[in-house]
């Protein structure tokens, strides 16, 4: 069984700061995990959904997902599908089973209403700034609620996975030297370029 407790430490250095989500992030993928049977991967033989979006709160959930899972974006095995939401689907990619796990939206919803929020990132201070009395009470809470408190869990599902084929295969773009994955080439006038210089 996975515990996140054992990865809140790490979590939290990996992460930079203290705060609420990076923790959900570690919960929910507790949850995930242990439902599904897997361990952390180091491979890509798990693979991470997450309902996520850019430039709202929160996000750092993605970090908790990342840090207890193993799924990270340089391993490509994880990605956002730009909803604006909070919700994981962790993928088995052995068996081809899945789970999907969110955040309560009661217990999210209390959540923005504490002082975290209202008195500190809501007004624009940097989340290195909000004291550890206001914040670690909020920790301990995601960390010590009860699963069935704060998050919904699936049960278990069929997910037909299709590996994408990964490539190796590069070339020096002839305008600035960098090394360019061949697909993302471009030809411009008798010269193979990257995709900043075709634009030039």
């Not at 209403?113 to 301990?140: C, H, I, M, N, S």
């Amino acid at each position: 069984m996975v515990n996140a407790k054992d990865w809140l430490e790490f979590g939290q250095k990996f992460h930079g700061h203290k705060c609420p989500a990076m923790p959900n992030g570690l919960r929910v993928a507790e949850a995930a995990m242990n439902k599904l049977g897997v361990e952390r991967t180091g491979d890509s033989f798990l693979y991470a959904i997450l309902d996520l979006g850019e430039n709202h709160c929160a996000t750092c959930f993605a970090d908790g997902v990342q840090v207890i899972t193993g799924c990270t974006f340089g391993k490509g095995n994880i990605t956002k599908t730009h909803k604006g939401k909070w919700a994981l689907t962790l993928i088995d990619k052995k068996t081809n089973r899945a789970v999907r796990v969110s955040p309560k939206a009661e217990a999210m919803m209390q959540t923005k209403k504490t002082a975290f929020f209202k008195d500190y990132r809501e007004k624009g201070v940097p989340p290195t700034q909000v004291p550890d009395e206001v914040v670690e009470p909020l920790v301990e809470k995601v960390m010590n609620a009860p699963a069935e408190m704060i998050m919904n869990i699936s049960e278990v599902f069929e997910y037909k996975w299709n590996e994408p084929a990964h490539t190796f295969e590069s070339f020096i773009c002839e305008e600035c030297g960098e090394n360019t994955v061949s697909k993302y080439g471009r030809i411009k006038g008798d010269k193979k370029v990257c995709i900043d210089c075709s634009g030039k």
